[in-house]
T-cell receptor, first 111, second 112 residues
Framework: DQQVKQNSPSLSVQEGRISILNCDYT??????FLWYKKYPAEGPTFLIS?????DKNEDGRFTVFLNKSAKHLSLHIVPSQPGDSAVYFC??????????FGGGTRLMVKP | EPEVTQTPSHQVTQMGQEVILRCVPI?????FYWYRQILGQKVEFLVS????????KSEIFDDQFSVERPDGSNFTLKIRSTKLEDSAMYFC??????????FGPGTRLTVT
């Protein structure tokens, strides 16, 4: 089942630069998308979300972009900080309150 | 800030034994969920619970699994007869409405 895919298992970025994490989905019934951050031995922490009626949502250093025609979303973190180093998951919901997760991207922000 | 809590943090059990994983969702939330993550794999949805009944469940959530909200605060996942392949991190989550789900720290279940 590959309804939500994160094709980059890891990403390394210099502190202060932009981090761009990507996510693709196949199910056109998904109408809500979320990004979670996860540290080892902890549960996923909600970061930011976007409804399918929007193409952008911004919250501080985090911006999520949604391209419905391409079935693609991305998370931009500007500026990146060493504390942002974690695994980032995108997740999608089809109004059934059941999230489908991608495989995660490990972000490493170097000082 | 309110958070979802889970106990125990680590549970070791023998194959065939019953286990109960416990969760205390955020107090004003109405929807409750269980997910699991097998080592090296994706986080997978198990079940959602609303208004004292299951609202959605995945294929993983077979007759060996059950959920209960025995009182106003706890939400439990029971596995009746554990198998080796049930070894995973189990995450409880809750939400006020549909949308953002807030996750607990997880229970690591090890079946030997």
């Amino acid at each position: 089942d590959q309804q939500v895919k994160q094709n980059s298992p890891s990403l390394s970025v210099q502190e202060g630069r932009i981090s761009i994490l990507n996510c693709d989905y196949t199910n056109s019934m998904f109408d809500y998308f979320l990004w979670y951050k996860k540290y080892p031995a902890e549960g996923p922490t909600f970061l930011i979300s976007i409804s399918s009626i929007k193409d952008k949502n911004e919250d501080g250093r985090f911006t999520v972009f949604l391209n419905k025609s391409a079935k693609h979303l991305s998370l931009h973190i500007v500026p990146s900080q060493p504390g942002d180093s974690a695994v980032y998951f995108c997740a999608a919901d089809n109004a059934g309150n059941m999230l489908t997760f991608g495989g995660g991207t490990r972000l490493m922000v170097k000082p | 800030e309110p958070e979802v809590t889970q106990t125990p943090s680590h549970q070791v059990t023998q194959m065939g034994q019953e286990v109960i994983l416990r969760c205390v969702p955020i107090s004003n939330h109405l929807y409750f969920y269980w997910y699991r993550q097998i080592l090296g794999q994706k986080v997978e949805f198990l079940v959602s619970f609303y208004n004292n009944e299951i609202s959605e469940k995945s294929e993983i959530f077979d007759d060996q699994f059950s959920v209960e909200r025995p009182d106003g605060s706890n939400f439990t996942l029971k596995i009746r007869s554990t198998k080796l392949e049930d070894s995973a991190m189990y995450f409880c989550a809750s939400s006020y409405m549909s949308g953002e789900q807030y996750f607990g720290p997880g229970t690591r279940l090890t079946v030997t």
